[in-house]
């Protein structure tokens, strides 16, 4: 499937002048699903999700009470089979409820929402609860949802009860069809996390970052929530998501002129997200964190969309790759000054050097392992099998770093890399062409010191699965967890997903011997278009897949993981130490700083590790550093330390950071930040 995704881009006005007023496509330009009046027929506008996992409950097996209703339009309309009949609130203002009776326990994995067709008013904004009797409620999924009458779900970890009660904060609102879904049930295991709860989002979240001033999840599609095909508009829906307040707030970024879809994501110094390129090939967008405002700034010189791309130790924005859809090759590298807004071009940057033996020329050069290092250069650890330094001096200088490994191709396109300490790299999985191509589960653990030289890769047991379009994120204390992908590298077609999460422990005593284990399953395929990132509290997001349209694999959602050194063994939540201050929270490489904790630090427990920024597989930007400390001062309760920051400025990549420590049982903290200024 050779999908021409830059195709559009080229082209707006060609495709627009060709379309059939009825055309299907059209309908998903203006955003809409096709809003006919369809009484008595059994069909709904769907979004194309894969219905929650294992069977519909029957009808007739439930019964539904509501909050109130208007005359006529009794809540249990929403179980009859006719989409005509529907449940309608009262116009009362505040919390509406319908709960779902499922007649006895069950093991619960979804929802299935059906908006009366005729309704001009949408739910959104919802929760999802589940009960066993009607006292006690879990919340299972919350969030919201696009504001149009196709049909909507809330797919959980599947969880065990009686009742189910959807709430929510729009009346009057209009429900045709309530369908409940029960699946096997996961047995909760805390030794090796827990899932929970989804966040329902309003997009598909196909690329993704925290912002570090609010902890808040910036997600974003492409110009449409659900497809990324035939770019009308170059303009970007996000989503932002407040893990503290719950919200979820949609926007449409249009002023920068840029469709963000498959783009590079790198943070700057100052914690603001610079995005290039994509369907809109060549622009330059900025978020800013500290206004919230998306700023429009200069373009790169090449076009480019799945460029790789990384900070600098000055601070300077590194490029190099992106070939897409029809644009392809010579994606040599440039260097963007953010303070002057100025892209400058490093033909010697050479891109060749880091080609894949990909199937599809045009997918040699795509999302390069980049890794900003030491005196302002790059170390770029793959998907080649062949690693290579890139300077910035003059036009740009390329020094191969040596091979990854000595297989005759043994390229990982798709796959992960992790700085998981100073000059450590785990890098693994993906496949040799990016689709149609069986996954790997090969695993390198790459070490980098001195720039120009050749990194030492030794190569552990591989994953227990074979993986490709998976994500993963550095924990505290470490190790790597990684969650998703499939077995065969197919673009939404989710078959061969991998339910079950791992995680990579290193060995430092001796790396060849460093291990993997697998932790609990979930239930959701997050394969293409999927993101991962550590939020501010030590749990993950684990969200997106699809984007696709009219396919079967689109998913408008995530869940939060919570690793298992933050649960108790009978899966209630541990106490975890606590931060109560870092002085000064904005550093240069080499300071020290005073951290005050209500708890003892476990020896080497401490790190900062970077900001992650997500999309199709690649997340150059976390990176986790040891920090090593002195205890300073303690009292019952109260103890100060010195922490200090690596000392190399290429080492502590300028930008924010998560400041974690860990107690003696390994229960992390929860983060506080830490900026370090470029020098
Ligand atoms: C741009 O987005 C805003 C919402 O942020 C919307 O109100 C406006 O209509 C959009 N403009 C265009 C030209 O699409
Ligand atoms: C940094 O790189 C420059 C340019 O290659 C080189 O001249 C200089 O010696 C390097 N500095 C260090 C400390 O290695
Ligand atoms: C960079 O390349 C240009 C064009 O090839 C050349 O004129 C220039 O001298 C080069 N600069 C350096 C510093 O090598
Ligand atoms: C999806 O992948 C599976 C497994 O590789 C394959 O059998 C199936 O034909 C694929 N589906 C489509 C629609 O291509
Ligand atoms: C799905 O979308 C594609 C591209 O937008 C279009 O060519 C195709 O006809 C659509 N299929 C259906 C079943 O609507
Ligand atoms: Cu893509």
């Not at 963000?260 to 943070?267: A, E, L, N, S, V």
């Not at 900025?286 to 010189?301: D, I, L, S």
Request: aromatic share 12%; hydrophobic share 35%.
């Amino acid at each position: 499937m050779k999908v021409p995704w830059g195709f559009a881009a080229a082209v707006p006005a060609l495709v627009h002048a060709q379309m059939d007023p009825l055309d299907h496509d059209k309908l998903y330009q203006e955003g809409k699903t096709p809003a006919v009046d369809k009484f008595g027929e059994d069909t709904v506008p769907t979004l194309d999700q894969p219905k929650p996992p294992g069977q519909k409950i029957n009808p007739s097996d439930l019964s539904v009470t509501c909050s109130s209703s208007v005359t006529g339009h009794g809540c249990s309309n929403v179980l009859d089979p006719s989409i005509a009949s529907y449940w309608q609130n009262e116009d009362v203002g505040g919390t509406q409820w319908i709960t779902v009776d499922l007649e006895k326990e069950r093991s619960i994995s979804g929802l299935v929402m059906v908006p009366y067709q005729d309704a001009d008013a949408f739910i959104e904004t919802h929760t999802v609860e589940v009960s066993q009797d009607m006292k006690t409620w879990k919340e299972v999924a919350y969030g919201r949802w696009w504001p149009d009458n196709s049909e909507k779900l809330s797919v959980f970890q599947p969880e065990k009860g009686r009742y189910l009660r959807l709430q929510m904060t729009h009346s009057p609102a209009f429900i045709s069809e309530l369908d409940v879904y029960e699946t096997e049930y996961i047995q909760p295991d805390p030794k090796k996390g827990a899932w929970g709860p989804t966040i329902d989002l309003p997009l598909v979240p196909v690329s993704g970052a925290i912002d570090p001033t609010t902890g808040n999840l910036i997600g974003w599609s492409s110009w449409q929530y659900n497809t990324y095909l035939q770019n009308m508009g170059s303009k970007t829906q996000v989503s932002t998501w407040n893990p503290y307040k719950r919200t979820v707030t949609p926007r449409e970024v249009n002023q920068t002129n840029h469709d963000m879809f498959c783009p590079g994501i790198t943070f700057d110094e100052h914690g603001n997200i610079v995005v290039t390129g994509g369907n809109s090939a060549r622009q330059t967008t900025r978020y800013n964190t500290a206004t919230g405002q998306w700023e429009k700034r200069y373009h790169m010189n090449v076009d480019r969309g799945y460029q790789g791309a990384t900070i600098l130790s000055d601070g300077r924005i590194f490029v190099i790759g992106g070939s897409f859809g029809e644009v392809i090759g010579n994606k040599f590298g440039e260097v963007y000054d953010v303070q002057a807004d100025r892209w400058t071009e490093l033909p010697e940057c050479d891109v060749t050097k880091m080609y894949t033996e990909d199937l599809d020329s045009w997918r040699m050069d795509n999302h390069g392992w980049l890794f900003g290092w030491k005196n302002e250069t790059v170390f770029q650890a793959g998907p080649s099998k062949q690693m290579n330094w890139y300077g910035m001096v003059g036009n740009g200088t390329t020094t191969p770093a040596g091979d990854r490994n000595h297989e005759e191709y043994g390229d990982a396109m798709c796959g992960n890399a992790v700085m998981f300490d100073g000059g450590k790299i785990l890098g693994f999985g993906g496949s040799q062409d990016y689709e149609k191509s069986p996954a790997l589960d090969d695993t390198y653990i790459i070490s980098i010191d001195e720039p120009n030289t050749d990194a030492s890769v030794v190569q552990p047991a591989g994953m227990k699965y074979k993986r490709t379009f998976h994500n993963s994120v550095v924990l505290p204390d470490g190790s790597v967890f990684v969650a998703g992908g499939q077995d065969w590298g197919f673009p939404f077609n989710e078959t061969t997903f991998v339910s079950e999460p791992e995680r990579f422990v290193y060995n430092a005593k001796e790396p060849a011997k460093s291990t993997w284990e697998t932790w609990l399953p979930n239930t959701v395929a997050r394969t293409y278009h999927s993101i991962a990132l550590l939020l501010q509290d030590g749990t993950v997001f684990v969200g997106g897949g699809g984007l696709c349209g009219n396919c079967t694999a689109n998913h408008f959602d995530g869940q939060i993981f919570t690793p298992p050194s933050h649960l108790n063994s009978d899966g209630s939540l541990r106490s975890r130490p606590v931060i109560y201050s870092v002085e000064p929270a904005e550093a240069k490489p080499g300071d020290w700083i005073k951290v005050k904790t209500d708890s003892r630090i476990a020896e080497d427990a401490a790190s900062i590790i970077r900001y992650g920024s997500a999309t199709h597989t690649v997340d150059t930007d976390q990176r986790r550093l040891s920090v090593p400390f002195k205890r300073r001062w303690f009292w019952h309760g109260f103890n100060t330390y010195d922490f200090q920051i690596p000392e190399d400025p290429g080492v502590a990549a300028p930008g924010y950071y998560m400041l974690y420590v860990l107690d003696r049982y390994g229960t992390p903290s929860k983060s506080v930040n830490v900026r370090v200024a470029a020098v």
